[in-house]
């Protein structure tokens, strides 16, 4: 009976190891002519990312994980376009999604600064029971990051805890 036990053990060992061997095989592979493609483990800072390529172009889900394995926001792109984000708290409730975005090439002029946007896009948060908190629409400054390059323009809503319309604001928050 014990060596019944021992086999299983070394079975198993072997099928894991042979996974892992495997694993390590698919994962972060170039094509022919030297782009990613496939599926990679990246890390930048505290985070990892598990991120899908197609030819050197982000194509897929592409998830964003804490060091601990948490999902912190799941991605998706389109041969390289970004459609949409969405983002837990810590508790790994959803936060806030963005998405709906759209081409524009836009120019706003403000005190000192001129800055050019090309993209729109739609961002809506949530309260931690999972209701919609607010929708707001955000413009994109050129080559930056949405959540953390973007501007909100245009009318803002903002719901309460159970769904109702509290407040609808008129947005322009750069301050250059």
Not at 160 to 169: A, F, Q
């Amino acid at each position: 009976k014990t060596m019944s036990i021992i086999k299983v053990l070394i079975v198993t060992l072997c099928v894991f190891q042979s996974v892992k061997v495997s694993g390590q095989n698919i994962l972060n592979q170039y094509d022919d002519e030297g782009r990613k493609n496939g599926q990679w483990l990246e890390i930048a800072g505290y985070f990892n990312f598990v991120t899908n390529y197609n030819h050197g172009k982000i194509d897929g889900i592409c998830y964003q994980l804490k060091h601990k394995g948490e999902i912190c926001s799941i991605y998706e792109y389109d041969n390289g376009r970004l459609l949409k984000i969405i983002s837990f708290d810590d508790q790994q409730r959803l936060q806030f999604m963005i998405t709906d975005f759209v081409d524009v090439d836009t120019i706003v002029r403000g005190r000192d600064l001129t800055h050019r946007f090309r993209k729109r896009f739609k961002s809506i948060g949530y309260h931690p029971n999972g209701v919609i908190e607010s929708i707001e629409t955000s413009y994109l400054l050129e080559g930056g990051d949405p959540e953390i390059d973007s501007f909100e323009f245009g009318k803002a809503y903002y719901y309460d805890e159970k769904g109702n319309l509290v407040e609808t604001k008129e947005l322009f928050t750069p301050s250059f």
